[in-house]
Each structure stands twice: as C-alpha cells, then as structure tokens.
Nanobody, 124 residues
Framework: QVQLVESGGGLVQAGGSLRLSCAASGRSFTSYSGGWFRQAPGKEREFVAGISWSGGFKTYADSVKGRFTISRDNAKNTVYLQMNSLKPEDTAVYSC?????????????????WGQGTQVTVSS
C-alpha cells in the first residue's frame, strides 16, 4: 500500500504560479512512476504530467508543455508539479497517482494508488 497526500492547491490569478506536492508513505516510493492528473467540473479526468521512478524520464500533456514541470525527490518521497503561467482553463482538482511501470503512462486506469486531490482555481 502507498498513501498519497497532495498539497499546495489554492486560488491564483491568471499568469500566476503554484507548486503542488504529493507526499507518499507506505511501500517503497522509488518503485513507482508518478503522475499528475486533473479533473474539471463536467469533464473527464485528464493526464497532466508523469515522471519515471528515477526522474530521468518526464512526459507532459500538450496543454501544459512549457508551463508545468514535474519533479521528484525520492529522499523525501515526494513528487512535485510546478505550474507557471496558469490559465483559467487550468482550474480543476489535481490528483497525484503512482504506477508500477518503469516509465509513466498516460491512462489513469493503470495507476495503482491515488491521492485525494487538491483544488486549483485560476481566476481571469
């Protein structure tokens, strides 16, 4: 079992920045790839960013490339999502998840453990 707890969400104006954190506890965190997903009201959950267990491979949704950066600190059992140049369309509940795959996958259905989510609201 891996327990995940997100933090860092909040209300920010368009153009602003937020840094989300996902703290893991339980089984060895370094065995998993990490991913961030988001779900806006009335929309399906979508992949945002993923990072391999080593941190050497990262992948992003086209909608966030160049604005968001995923990283991890295995010594702290934490995955981060730095979000810059935020837009109102980035408003959603952001959730982190871990996947046993060597490199992160974009389908949420394959992820093994999920956090409860943190709300990000971007005002125009």
């Amino acid at each position: 079992q891996v327990q995940l707890v997100e933090s860092g969400g909040g209300l920010v104006q368009a153009g602003g920045s937020l840094r989300l954190s996902c703290a893991a506890s339980g089984r060895s965190f370094t065995s998993y790839s990490g991913g961030w997903f988001r779900q806006a009201p009335g929309k399906e959950r979508e992949f945002v960013a993923g990072i391999s267990w080593s941190g050497g491979f990262k992948t992003y949704a086209d909608s966030v490339k160049g604005r968001f950066t995923i990283s991890r600190d295995n010594a702290k059992n934490t995955v981060y999502l730095q979000m810059n140049s935020l837009k109102p369309e980035d408003t959603a509940v952001y959730s982190c998840a871990v996947d046993r795959a060597v490199v992160p996958r974009t389908s949420g259905a394959v992820y093994d453990y999920w956090g409860q989510g943190t709300q990000v609201t971007v005002s125009s």
